[in-house]
């Protein structure tokens, strides 16, 4: 069942997908005719003349998604450190002691993290 399940929609999304992307190319149509290759490639942007070149843009898209990843993944790092260092990974590699998997309870979290739970006991 599960298998058959993840078969339907891993080919509904390839699906889905396909379709999207027919929709921007039959939406996009009308520019690669007027412009051709030349609205990915060239530099000018007159709106008024009607002359259409995505290169700025594309290019700034990529520096502003540059600069993000530099300042995110940094951050993403010290989280990553900190979640390890509050929670470490239980003993056993998650295995109980017949080594078979087992559930982590995460109240010692919640009671951590709020205050009044220690007092509930929770």
């Known amino acids: 069942m599960t298998k058959t399940l993840s078969w339907i929609f891993s080919h509904l999304a390839i699906a889905t ?3 999207l992307l027919g929709i921007f190319i039959w939406q996009s149509a009308p520019v690669w005719k007027h412009e051709g290759w030349g609205y990915v490639l060239e530099k000018k942007w007159y709106f008024r003349q009607h002359e259409f070149g995505a290169l700025p843009m594309v290019y700034g898209t990529l520096v502003v998604s540059f600069i993000a990843l530099v300042l995110a993944v940094p951050v993403a ?8 260092n509050t929670c470490p990974p239980p003993p056993h590699g998650g295995k109980g002691p017949d080594r078979t998997p087992r559930r982590r309870s995460w109240s010692h979290l919640w009671s951590a993290w709020h205050p009044a739970a220690a007092r509930l006991g929770v």
């Open 17 to 19: 997908m396909g379709l």
């Open 77 to 84: 790092g010290e989280q990553r450190s900190s979640f390890q």
